[in-house]
Nanobody
């Protein structure tokens, strides 16, 4: 079965950097669009970044976060820099074969993703 396993969550200082990863198995990774979502305490889950034929970011992380993928390793990464307390959340990766998402529409819509990881905690401390 499909498994997505996030790793790398940690406690970081304000202004610091962190890279988290999501290893996928049980699927043809290269055929999937991948996304990172996050959920802060007391808030709804929100889209952070996505990657298919190009990359997509929510405005508040543009210029600070970078999503990449290594199809040979079935892994998607999220490099985070200039972090602030508002980045504190559980970060989830997700995968979809939805053609709309693959071609750049609806990538921010969590309902379009078929598979989800269990999440990794990222805490930014001042």
């Amino acid at each position: 079965q499909v498994q997505l396993v996030e790793s790398g969550g940690a406690l970081v200082q304000v202004g610091g950097s962190l890279s988290i990863a999501c290893a996928a198995s049980g699927l043809s990774f290269g055929n999937y669009a991948m996304g990172w979502f996050r959920q802060a305490p007391g808030k709804e889950q929100e889209f952070v970044a996505g990657i298919s034929h190009r990359t997509y970011y929510v405005d508040r992380v543009k210029g600070r976060f970078t999503i990449t993928r290594d199809n040979a390793k079935n892994t998607v990464y999220l490099q985070m820099t200039s972090m602030n307390p508002e980045d504190t959340a559980v970060y989830y990766c997700a995968a979809t074969r939805n053609p709309l998402v693959i071609w750049g529409t609806g990538y921010e819509d969590r309902t379009k993703y078929e598979h989800w990881g269990q999440g990794t905690q990222v805490t930014v401390s001042s």
